[in-house]
């Protein structure tokens, strides 16, 4: 009874797909440039950016730091 042409289905469709994939990528983009070695290091990171976790657990509670390097053993 109430048909919507292919093109309107498609479309909907991906929009939903975009929308969906660009709020994926929402948490992604906030904590840049960390780089981690070793079981949990920079497990709990969550906006920090620029952070250095070297070892078991390194920075394990770092949610925002910014520059911060950590060699645990």
Do not use: D, E
Not at 25 to 44: K, M, P
């Amino acid at each position: 009874m109430f048909n919507q042409p292919t093109n309107t289905a498609s479309f909907f469709s991906i929009l939903i797909a975009a929308l969906i994939f660009s709020l994926s990528l929402a948490g992604v983009a906030t904590a840049q440039g960390n780089t981690s070695l070793g079981i949990g290091a920079l497990q709990n990171n969550t906006t920090g950016s620029y952070n250095t976790a070297t070892g078991f657990s390194a920075l394990l509670s770092n949610t925002t730091g910014i520059k911060t390097t950590t060699l645990s053993r």
